[in-house]
């Protein structure tokens, strides 16, 4: 079974820091895109951040960029989220993705992790 497992989410004041990790098993993401989503209650599963396999061109939403940075580690099948300058509408469940495709008006994504809930307070 394809397993991607979330940590590292919590309660954080606005300006502080946490580092999201996804652990995957079942299958290793050879060639293939990782990254995280964000889901605030009420609201659309919004795009966060993507690497690809070989680590250049990591791709970053506007509302992020600057703040967050992903990576990954091949060999460990496991990708990050470290995010910084943190802001109350940053308040969400962090999703990993694997195996994300971007279609040009959409993403293909195949494999989600449980989710991981982030909030930031004011």
């Known amino acids: 079974q394809v397993q991607l497992v979330e940590s590292g989410g919590g309660l954080v004041q606005a300006g502080g820091y946490l580092r999201l990790s996804c652990a995957a098993s079942?299958?290793?993401?050879?060639?293939?895109?990782m990254g995280w989503f964000r889901q605030a209650p009420g609201k659309e599963r919004d795009f966060v951040a993507t690497?690809?396999?070989?680590?250049?061109?990591?791709f970053y939403a506007d509302s992020v960029k600057g703040r967050f940075t992903i990576s990954r580690d091949n060999a460990k099948n496991t990708v990050y989220l470290q995010m910084n300058s943190l802001k109350p509408e940053d308040t969400a469940v962090y999703y990993c993705?694997?195996?994300?495709?971007?279609?040009?008006?959409?993403?293909?994504?195949?494999?989600w992790g449980q989710g991981t809930q982030v909030t930031v307070s004011s």
């Open positions: 993705a694997a195996e994300a495709v971007n279609f040009g008006t959409y993403w293909q994504v195949n494999y």
């Open positions: 079942g299958h290793t993401f050879t060639g293939t895109n």
């Open positions: 690497i690809t396999w070989s680590r250049d061109n990591p």
